[in-house]
């Protein structure tokens, strides 16, 4: 993939390269939300393994466990976007 782009900047003409960098660019934000979602898959399957926690799957991927856990329940970017906890997730 990031060789693709090497070649994106490797485009001689300014106008064709900018066009191709425009396309590529309109089209990144769909592709972020499909990486993601493949990503969350990738972890749970991850998790689905005997013996798996979000501690072990962690240290796997070189990430904290509330990384992980954040992954399988689909959050990203900073945790002020993260829904508010109800009265009963407070308590548990």
Partial sequence: MFEALGELE??????????????????MPNQNKRLKKLRQEAVQELLGREGASLRTVGVELGV?????????????????KRPKKTAQEQTE
């Fill in 10 to 27: 490797r485009i001689a003409d300014p106008k064709v390269r900018a066009l191709a960098l425009g396309a590529v660019l309109k089209e």
């Fill in 64 to 80: 904290s466990f509330s990384t992980v856990q954040d992954i399988v329940k689909g959050y990203s970017g900073s945790g002020t």
